[in-house]
């Protein structure tokens, strides 16, 4: 789609997961909307797995990450792969920018996943405003900054941890990467940390979540690091409406099952319906996995369950054929649709960002069973601050049991309790929606950083 009609080109490049991946594809969509160009830049693996859907018009380009060939399974782990993309994705992202100088929009400005510092360098070389992309909830970015600058002391042992902003957070609060400096949460740890490396040369930071969702701490963030929320980032059928046939994200490593799930749920009666999903990269042991399975039998409840075909083989032997009539495996599913179906009554999530924004955004309570990295503290608020949900406790070997999980589907599906948790459930939706629609927070904050790119074509002409 090329055209000189743009009021700006916005290179955008996610951190290659999907998960990082479609926040960052939404927010292009709302540029293209406001009459500015985005290309997404993702990595030539990436590009090569995916299923390709509607993407709204929102082009799409490739850099290297050095694994060509087989994306993160090629490296030698975590912090080989981060090398990798940092040395070779420098020098194709470079040759990207300068590819696109030559065309009838050249790029104005690179917004970057925040967990990839070395793009603000690169961009920087060309004169480009650059805009970092958090893609974490403000509470955990704000938990990161305060550790990056020395005013959070490593390793986490004394709590509770008091951050301006913040309920008071304790041990099982925290990203996990802040309570073990082993293994590869070392690696990861240094990656989230990274983030703030150069952000003081930053022109725009942008963070994927709404004003009223984390008032208080936006506004702590705000005060030492100037911060624009623009989320939630989900397609906008589900919130506005403003952006024609944007029903999807259109960038998939999955294979979707759309009318297995979708025609199933059509025969269940509304709300009665627990839906299970753990993300796209979490992989619960082979003891939570059985326990999971027989707390979903326990809770009586009918349930639709996401297990990916690597996982399917930790399912206790016996449990498919004793639940028949109450629930459906399935290896991937729509999520939006199946959230946004009626026949839904809850959310059993592992609290990914992005599973919980989408629950926020479409008025769905949540079972929260967190696992890793951020998953802790987006727990913490869906259950404590925006009481839409409560979380599993686990026991001291990390487990949750089957009669937790049971009990805890059981205070969201019925009595007080649980219509308590669906009237808030709803309450975070509508706001959502007025965040994102004409004159809401994240639409003016969005149109502010629109105005950075115009005002620069203005100057520059």
């Given at each position: 789609?090329?055209?000189?009609?743009?009021?700006?080109?916005?290179?955008?490049?996610?951190?290659?997961?999907?998960?990082?991946?479609?926040?960052?594809?939404?927010?292009?969509?709302?540029?293209?909307?406001?009459?500015?160009?985005?290309?997404?830049?993702?990595?030539?693996?990436?590009?090569?797995?995916?299923?390709?859907?509607?993407?709204?018009?929102?082009?799409?380009?490739?850099?290297?990450?050095g694994c060509d060939q087989g994306g993160f399974a090629e490296a030698d782990g975590v912090q080989d792969y981060i090398k990798r993309l940092e040395t070779v994705g420098s020098k194709?992202?470079?040759?990207?920018?300068?590819?696109?100088?030559?065309?009838?929009?050249?790029?104005?400005c690179i917004a970057y996943d925040a967990a990839m510092p070395w793009a603000l360098d690169v961009a920087k070389q060309f004169g480009l405003i650059?805009?970092?992309?958090?893609?974490?909830?403000?509470?955990?970015?704000?938990?990161?900054?305060?550790?990056?600058?020395?005013?959070?002391?490593?390793?986490?042992?004394?709590?509770?941890?008091?951050?301006?902003?913040?309920?008071?957070?304790?041990?099982?609060?925290?990203?996990?990467?802040?309570?073990?400096?082993?293994g590869s949460y070392a690696a990861y740890l240094k990656r989230a940390l990274n983030q703030f490396s150069n952000l003081d040369k930053a022109d725009c930071i942008l963070v994927n979540t709404?004003?009223?969702?984390?008032?208080?701490?936006?506004?702590?963030?705000?005060?030492?690091?100037?911060?624009?929320?623009?989320?939630?980032?989900?397609?906008?059928?589900?919130?506005?409406?403003?952006?024609?046939?944007?029903?999807?994200?259109g960038v998939n490593l999955f294979t979707l099952d759309y009318s297995t799930s979708i025609n199933w749920l059509s025969s269940k009666p509304p709300g009665s319906v627990i839906y299970v999903a753990f993300g796209s990269v979490t992989c619960l042991n082979n003891e939570q996995m059985e326990e999971v399975a027989w707390g979903l039998k326990q809770s009586n409840c009918y349930f639709l369950w996401v297990v990916r075909a690597t996982e399917e083989e930790k399912l206790p032997k016996e449990f498919k054929e004793e639940t028949v009539d109450k629930g459906l495996i399935v290896n991937w599913s729509p999520q939006l649709e199946?959230?946004?179906?009626?026949?839904?009554?809850?959310?059993?999530?592992?609290?990914?960002?992005?599973?919980?924004?989408?629950?926020?955004?479409?008025?769905?309570?949540?079972?929260?069973?967190?696992?890793?990295?951020?998953?802790?503290?987006?727990?913490?608020?869906?259950?404590?601050?925006?009481?839409?949900?409560?979380?599993?406790?686990?026991?001291?070997?990390?487990?949750?049991?089957?009669?937790?999980i049971a009990s805890c589907i059981m205070q969201v599906m019925e009595g007080a309790r649980g219509r308590e948790m669906k009237e808030n459930a709803k309450k975070w939706r509508d706001l959502a929606v007025e965040a994102m629609s004409k004159g809401g927070s994240s639409d003016k904050n969005i149109d502010e950083f629109v105005s950075k790119l115009t005002d620069k074509n203005l100057a520059d002409n």
């Open positions: 789609m090329e055209s000189k009609g743009y009021n700006g080109h916005v290179l955008v490049v996610p951190f290659p997961t999907q998960g990082h991946i479609n926040p960052m594809l939404q927010f292009s969509k709302r540029l293209l909307s406001k009459g500015i160009k985005a290309t997404l830049a993702i990595t030539l693996f990436i590009y090569k797995s995916i299923n390709h859907e509607s993407s709204a018009s929102v082009q799409i380009d490739t850099i290297s990450d194709t992202l470079a040759e990207l920018i300068l590819k696109h100088k030559e065309s009838s929009n050249p790029v104005d650059t805009a970092p992309f958090f893609t974490q909830m403000c509470a955990v970015d704000y938990i990161y900054y305060n550790v990056h600058h020395g005013l959070l002391s490593l390793p986490v042992s004394s709590t509770p941890v008091s951050l301006p902003g913040l309920p008071l957070l304790e041990h099982g609060d925290l990203p996990s990467f802040l309570c073990s400096s082993e709404f004003y009223n969702l984390e008032d208080e701490v936006v506004d702590s963030m705000s005060k030492v690091c100037p911060l624009l929320t623009i989320g939630p980032t989900v397609p906008s059928i589900y919130l506005d409406k403003r952006i024609p046939d944007d029903k999807n994200y199946v959230l946004s179906n009626e026949a839904v009554g809850c959310f059993l999530t592992h609290s990914g960002w992005n599973s919980t924004t989408e629950a926020l955004s479409l008025g769905v309570p949540m079972v929260a069973m967190p696992q890793w990295t951020d998953q802790p503290t987006n727990a913490k608020f869906v259950e404590d601050i925006w009481k839409m949900g409560v979380r599993v406790k686990a026991n001291n070997d990390g487990i949750a049991s089957r009669e937790q």
